[in-house]
């Protein structure tokens, strides 16, 4: 467990860690940025996308293939990177654990760059996957949300997609997925985990329903945590819900 000065730092307004800390490049270790341009530019891209249900069939944005339809909730996932890389692990470890809101821009800016490489419709909104009020106060922000901000402005320059903030909630206080080592704890885990958030007077509901929405997620391990946000949304009537990831 690394100590998170972020909130501190955020709240007296000096950059203490880049003080303490001088930003080196994670991967090649030069000075000036978290992730240099050489290093982003060779960032691992994964190449084959597949269903996001029986994750065998390749598909060629990560849509749900014809055999599983009307199985999910999700209507596809697309993951941009391979999280085993060790590369991709150590700046999303990095990005979240050890508490650097600044890669959210390199990060960000790399994974608009792929969905710009695919044949996927924009969407109406994007949904961030919410982090539960108490992990997002010990944190001090939601990784999701940055890169759904970051995705919003580098997609469409000059008319900026919504990213619906506080739309979605995660309500019940989960152990980290990466945290539960089988299938079923991982579904037990995040039953019921989700809810729309009961605000007045414009209803989260009327902000999705007919809508395609985006949702955002840093990391996908099975998919469960998407699956689970993407069955709220089409209850409240969203026509449409795509996963956009990091990396899986
Ligand atoms: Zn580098
Ligand atoms: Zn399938």
Known sequence: ?????YPVCKKIGISLLDTLFPIRCLSCNAYGQYLCTNCLEHFPRRLRQRCPHCRRATTPCGEVCFSCSGKSSLD????ASHYRHPLVATSIHTYKYRFIPALAEPLGTWLAERVLEIDLPLPDVFIPVPLHKRRLRFRGFNQSELLADTLAETLTPGSVL?????CLLRTRYTKPQIKTKVREERLSNLKNAFALAPEMPLGSEAKVRGKTIWLIDDVATTGTTLEECARVLKSAGAKSVFGIVLAR
């Not at 467990?1 to 000065?5: A, D, E, I, P």
């Open 76 to 79: 596809g996932l697309f993951a």
């Open 1 to 5: 467990m690394h100590l998170n000065l």
């Open 162 to 166: 919504p990213v619906l903030q506080n």
